[in-house]
């Protein structure tokens, strides 16, 4: 979505604390929340929630931020990124021109945020990449072997109309870029998930300009990885069009359960959630897939994760359903379609779109980015402090 200036937050204790965020959690109690509070630190005197709230806006100035995603605790040392730490990329550039982001900022939940600033103006994210290759898109992950997957869709003058192929770049983890990988079976990576077995990988992603999710193989050395076999094409048939506010619509939000070999999909302009059973073996492509879960709460879903409960979350980007007074929204529902729980991230539309879980047996972490005000913020349930250790503790 277009990124639009404007900022809600109040600063308190040092921390930028929005308390539209504070209801969010406040509702996800009653469900993924819920399941690993109840485990959580006793302690009766603390607060219940924790939470904080960075801009993501970079030195350069580049705006909207879209994919988000922690890096996991068996990440290896020696680089410019750490456990626990929260990468984000940026898909506009200090014009608000979509498509024409470069930047791939990191924030470290347990030090100091940054200060938000006007958009267009300087701020003081932490750059981790800086990509030739401009519109960095949703589709953001991590090998834990040490490298970061991002993909991109550029445009020259920001829609649609002057998009470029779009590619997958694979960075080290001292921000240097390893590798592109390229192929036609994939020309607008919007989004992807990644099955992680350390040397070797799938990265499946959603193409939002063909309709189709794609599945790549990858092997993965020490300091390179390799496309062992040419991808496979698992899905298709998801609506897509250009759009002339969102930029494009299409399979966007991606979620692999690995105990089913089951990928969810979050279809934006279908306006549902689908299913793709044998989403790791399969060589032909299904029609979609299963419909799991079609909701008049599902508003052009984007973001898609799997909850330590085993529900999904969704994040609405309203170009689908626009309700006015449920915008930005962030939606829980079960993996039988029972819809959970829905709060909201702002107050205005469009805010919305990339989310990311972080379990672990003594919290229960969950971020989002907002792409109005161009901030990341990262949720703690009570049971640890916001110490990088304790955020990538997973189980």
Do not use: M
């Given at each position: 979505m277009r990124s639009i200036e404007g900022s809600k937050l109040a600063v308190a204790g040092g921390r930028r604390k929005d308390m539209g965020r504070l209801a969010t959690v406040a509702l996800f109690a009653c469900g993924a929340f819920a399941a690993t509070a109840a485990s959580a630190d006793e302690d009766k005197g603390r607060f219940p929630l924790q939470f904080v709230v960075s801009s993501t806006i970079p030195s350069n100035g580049d705006l909207n931020p879209y994919g988000i995603v922690f890096v996991p605790k068996d990440f290896p040392s020696g680089g410019k990124i750490l456990p626990g730490d929260v990468l984000v990329s940026n898909f506009n550039n200090s014009n608000n021109l979509q498509g024409t982001g470069v930047t791939i900022i990191k924030f470290t939940p347990a030090g100091p945020v940054a200060p938000s600033v006007t958009a267009g103006q300087s701020g003081a994210a932490t750059t981790f990449f800086t990509s030739k290759l401009h519109g960095l898109?949703?589709?953001?992950?991590?090998?834990?072997?040490?490298?970061?997957?991002?993909g991109n869709l550029p445009s020259t003058d920001g829609t649609f109309n002057t998009h470029g192929p779009g590619f997958l770049q694979v960075i080290g983890r001292n921000g240097n870029l390893v590798?592109?990988?390229k192929d036609a079976k994939f020309l607008g990576p919007w989004d992807l998930a990644i099955n992680?077995?350390?040397?070797l990988a799938q990265v499946f992603v959603s193409d939002v300009v063909t309709g189709t999710v794609v599945r790549i193989d990858l092997s993965v050395g020490e300091t390179d990885v390799a496309v062992l076999s040419s991808p496979n094409v698992i899905a298709k048939g998801y609506a897509h069009h250009?759009?002339?506010?969102?930029?494009?619509?299409?399979?966007?939000?991606?979620?692999?359960?690995k105990r089913s070999n089951t990928l969810y999909v979050a279809s934006t302009m279908d306006?549902?959630?689908y299913s793709i059973s044998a989403a790791g073996t399969r060589t032909s492509p299904v029609e979609k897939g299963e419909l799991v879960f079609e909701d008049?709460?599902?508003?052009?879903?984007l973001g898609l994760v799997l909850a330590p409960n085993g529900d999904l979350i969704t994040a609405n980007g309203d170009a689908e359903n626009k309700d006015p007074t449920h915008p930005s929204g962030i939606v829980e529902f079960t993996k039988k379609g029972k819809f959970v729980v829905e709060s909201n991230i702002d107050a205005s539309q469009g805010g919305a779109f990339g989310i990311t879980v972080r379990p672990s047996h003594r919290a229960f972490t969950f971020a989002a980015v907002d792409d109005v005000p161009n901030t990341v913020t990262?949720?703690?349930?009570?049971?640890?402090?916001?110490?990088?250790t304790d955020v990538a503790d997973e189980q």
């Open positions: 898109t949703t589709a953001l992950g991590i090998l834990r072997k040490g490298f970061v997957i991002v590798k592109t990988l992680d077995e350390a040397a250009s759009d002339p506010n969102a930029f494009v619509l299409g399979p966007t939000g991606l979620a692999f359960d306006n549902a959630i008049p709460h599902l508003r052009g879903p990262v949720f703690n349930v009570p049971g640890a402090g916001f110490s990088s």
